[in-house]
């Protein structure tokens, strides 16, 4: 990392640990004592500061609001058996955090000041991060435009801000999901590989229409067809067909995951074969039907490793294998979370110790 950057820090009075209950920790309800924030003004970067968590005033008319420049991004710090605090693959979310930033026409956020505002934070709200099996302190970074201004173009001020919230997984149970094929999350030459607040918001609506049918997630197909499995919106899809895992490749419209990342590179290690191609919902369907599609799960940083028990296509309802039966998914699974939580040697040099 490069030089040690001047960070303000401004500690609360009282603490909100002793009142949270680390045994009720719903996603992203809980945020912890502090945030970082840093300014983006006159083309660069400044005002560096942790400050107590709480509301950050802001002109209603700031762009972000209107237009919707907006990115964020997501990834978890753990408690390592030995007690230390690791966050995981940090690197990945950065590079990430700044392809959406310039596809969003915003600026990049210097590797130094993401980097040492997360450590920063850790440092100072370190008892946040729980030791409970299966739990972490999800990381929130999110930058946005902050120009008070109603003309449509980039914003010339941004803010950029870091949250964290003490946290299980995402979901709790196995998913039963619908395969959309009337409603689109993304199209080519659009902004879907972009962690962008727009992608999000187009998926609310058909979101909450599969859930009055009984859905817990939606399977977004692709914009011209919808013949393609792309992704869940929350998360990566990877099958597992024949013995290997399929998952629909990277392109435009798709979210480069980082945990889809991992797992392709933990399942290659352990000698299965991957496949990142188009992925048809025919041969999803078929696979099922035959045998041949023996797992399927979403993955992702607040998913983590979450089984699909149920698709639904054209009105009927495809139930896969038993999700206490699938070895392959539960297996690397293990083995990603053994490497978060220090149980395992982390020979991918994966995970950054913070404190
Ligand atoms: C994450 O996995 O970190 C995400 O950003 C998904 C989120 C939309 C819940």
Redesign the pocket.
Known sequence: MNETLDITISKADQSRLTVTDFSQLP??KVFSDHMFIADFNNGEWSNLQVLPYGPVPMSPAISALHYGQAI?????AYRQADGKISVFRADKNFERFNKSAHRMAMPSIPEEIFMQGIAALIEIDERWVPAQEGYSL?I?PVMFATDPYLGVKASDSYKFVLMTTPTGP?YSKPLTVKIETEYTRADDGGVGYA?TAGN?ARSIYPFQEAMKEGFDQLIWTDAATHEFIEEA???NLIFVIDGKLVTPSVRSTVLD?V?RDTIITLAKKAGIGVEERRVSVKEVIAGIENGSLTDAFAA????TVTPIGQIGYEGKLYTLTDPATRAISAGIAKTLNDIRYGLIPDEFGWNWTVK
């Open positions: 996603f992203g964020f991004e997501g990834l978890k999800y929130r995402y962690k999000y919106g929350t998360a995951g945990t992702g940083t607040a998913a």
